[in-house]
C-alpha cells in the first residue's frame, strides 16, 4: 500500500496543489491508522482541535512511538516535517518525503542540528508552514516522559510563533523499537496556544513540559 501510493505522490507532485498533495499523504496517514484499528486494536481519540490556531505556529509533544508521526502529519497543515536524514533515503516513503520541503537534520552532530533547525524553522513558519518538534529527541518507552529541549522554543521565539503543546500515549499500544503493536486506546490531548512574545526559551519550555507532563500523568491515573 505504502509503495503503490509513495509512487502515485511522487508521479503527480509536479501537477498537485499543496492542498491536494496534503489530501493524499493525508489519506496514507488514514490508511494506516485504519489498519492498526482493523488489525491490532489500536483505537484513538483526540480532544482539542478546537486550539489548533490558523496561523502557522510550532507544535511540542512527548514522543513515544511511530504512531504520533503518522497522526501529526494529516492533523496539522500546512506543515513541515522535522525528521532524520537517514529517512529520506527509505526506498518510496524517504523519497516522497523528500518532496515535502522537509527539515531534515543529523542526529550524529547534535549542535548542526540544532542551527539547522532554528534557520529552516523559522525559514518554513515565515512561509507560511508549521513546524512538529518532539523536545525530548529521541522515543521514550511508555509511562515516562525525559526532559525537554530548548530548541522547539528558541524556534518558536525567533519566528515569533505561538507554541502548542500535545501529549498522548502510545507508546501504551505502539512500543518504541517494537514491532509488535498492542490492542488499547491512546487518547491525544491538544492545549491552548502559548504566547511566545517577551518571553524566554527556557521559560516556555518549562511552561509546556510541565503542561504535558501533567496531562499525561492525570490521564494515566
Known sequence: MTIVMATVFILLFPVLSTRIRHKLASLWCNSVLNWLRLTCGVRYEIIGYENIPSEPAVFLANHQSSWETILFY????????????????????????????????????????????????????????????FPEGSRSPAGTIKRFSRGGAKLAVAAD?????????AGDCWPPRQFIKRPGF?????????????????DLTEEAEQWIRNRYLENRV
Open 74 to 133: 494529516k492533523l496539522v497543515y500546512p506543515v513541515s516535517p522535522i525528521l532524520k536524514k537517514e529517512l529520506l533515503r527509505i526506498p518510496f516513503w524517504g523519497w516522497s518525503m523528500r518532496l515535502q520541503d522537509p527539515i531534515a537534520i543529523d542526529r550524529s552532530k547534535p549542535r548542526e542540528a540544532g542551527k539547522s533547525l532554528l534557520t529552516q524553522g523559522v525559514e518554513r513558519i515565515r512561509s507560511g508552514k508549521s513546524v512538529i518538534v
Open 161 to 169: 510563533s505561538p507554541i502548542v503543546p500535545i501529549v498522548h500515549n
Open 186 to 202: 491512546i487518547k491525544v490531548i491538544i492545549g491552548e496556544a502559548i504566547a511566545t512574545a517577551g518571553c524566554s526559551a527556557s
